[in-house]
């Protein structure tokens, strides 16, 4: 094990989630997993990063080289609470038209959301950045969401920094086998992912956004398998 490598687990629970990566103008989508640029914000956010900030540029060039593992958890209730992807509208005036002018009129937007979900997070990479990002989680300079700014967590983001992958697993699965959940993962190679998600941010910047593709593959829980 490296020295200078350590594992950071997030914690995202609440009652709405959206982590758009396909969005375009009126219609806001929801993946169905947390993305690396929803991930990076939440951070930038935590830090106190201003948008197109150099402080964010630097911190983007070396949040892309941390692996991302996010991990579905299902919620624990007396009741069934099934993830449900719902859709609500939004009129929003001052909107910017493909030409590049402001449009002063009322604008009707769709956004999706996720219902009840929960997801644990497990990132990988340089000490030092994941405890400056762990540091920052603790006691964030400005509000984090899970996506939007609607998506607000009722549990604390922050569930453990460590050394050990195991160790930091147990903070969000306890003893549980990693293979008895649903989880995407980054790969190296292009040939171990099946999907490319353009959610690897370069800029969050209102005017020059810009995100990169992120090779990764999806793999099902141990018993979702069995029943195929």
Known sequence: MSPDKAYLALRLVGPLQSWGFDSQYNR???ALMPTKSGIAGMCCAALGYSRGSEKERVFLEKFRNLKMTAIVIPRKSNMKLPVRRM???HTVQ???RASGSINK???LTHRQYLNDAAFGIVIEGNI???GKIADALKNPVWGIWLG???CIPSEPVLAGLGENKAKVLYYLIG???IESFTRQEDVEQFSDGY???PDVPVSFATERRGFSPRRVRTLQRASDKSTE
């Open 87 to 89: 859709q609500d509208y």
């Open 105 to 107: 009129d009322c604008v």
């Open 28 to 30: 806001r989508n929801t």
């Open 94 to 96: 001052h909107t910017r």
């Open 195 to 197: 999907d490319s998600i």
């Open 148 to 150: 939007r700014k609607t």
């Open 128 to 130: 030092s950045l994941l």
């Open 175 to 177: 003893e549980a086998p």
